[in-house]
């Protein structure tokens, strides 16, 4: 017993020291999103595309080095998905989702003061709320679905993989940061099997600032 308690000790000095010694900082991110739609309305039924919803984004961003090259940044983000879909007569039925959307992403970098980027990693996310923009014309068979209206009732959580790459510059404690993201989403909002399968996708274009409330032991 008295084994367990010296290795459980060991063990919280040790993860204590490495964060102690750990660069971090925290930062806003935001930008434009940009979401695509492809969906089957049957099974067997080969994929149909739909366009997508350009919006803003915005994220709380808390980054994490542990080694000189290497960490994770930790996201809150608000962000929508969507699409639009027009008929024959140039009618426009638009839905829009609102998430809090939360990547926890591996953070690799190379450079100095001037520094290229790669993060990968999973994200969750929690729908907020789920609206139809503009609703012209009567879904038929082979559209997809309303997903505002009383009853709809869409699937709540989102889960998923994003990756990007890019740029920043260090400014003393400050750091600018020039990204893009792509993600991809493993849940749908369908929960009344009206149609078999959706998918969206997302494109990111954004400028993140930093500010250093930690300076790694490597730094002095």
């Given at each position: 017993m008295r084994i367990r308690y010296i290795c459980l000790f060991l063990f919280f000095m040790s993860t204590f020291s490495s964060i102690s010694e750990a660069q971090t900082s925290f930062?806003?991110?935001?930008?434009?999103s940009v979401s695509s739609v492809s969906y089957r309305y049957q099974l067997?039924?080969?994929?149909?595309?739909?366009?997508?919803?350009?919006?803003?984004t915005y994220a709380?961003?808390?980054?994490?080095?542990?080694?000189?090259?290497?960490?994770?940044?930790?996201?809150?983000?608000?962000?929508?998905l969507g699409f639009n879909q027009e008929n024959d007569q140039l009618a426009v039925n638009r839905t829009e989702f609102d998430y809090l959307k939360v990547p926890l992403l591996s953070n690799f970098y190379f450079g100095r003061s001037g520094r290229f980027h790669i993060k990968l990693g999973p994200h969750i996310g929690y729908l907020l709320d789920a609206r139809d923009v503009s609703r012209e014309f009567d879904v038929e068979l082979t559209e997809l679905p309303t997903y505002g209206q009383?009853?709809?009732?869409?699937k709540r959580l989102m889960y998923g993989l994003s990756i990007g790459a890019g740029v920043s510059k260090l400014f003393g404690k400050s750091t600018l940061a020039l990204d893009g993201r792509f993600a991809y989403?493993?849940?749908?909002?369908?929960?009344q099997d009206r149609i078999f399968d959706l998918n969206i996708t997302?494109?990111?274009?954004?400028?993140t600032y930093l500010f250093q409330i930690r300076e790694a032991k490597w730094q002095k």
């Open positions: 930062g806003f991110r935001g930008g434009a067997g039924r080969p994929i149909q595309f739909s366009d997508g919803v350009t919006a803003q709380f961003v808390l980054e994490h080095f542990g080694q000189k090259n290497a960490g994770l940044q930790l996201e809150f983000q608000y962000i929508t009383p009853g709809d009732d869409p989403e493993f849940g749908d909002q369908e929960s997302t494109l990111e274009f954004t400028l």
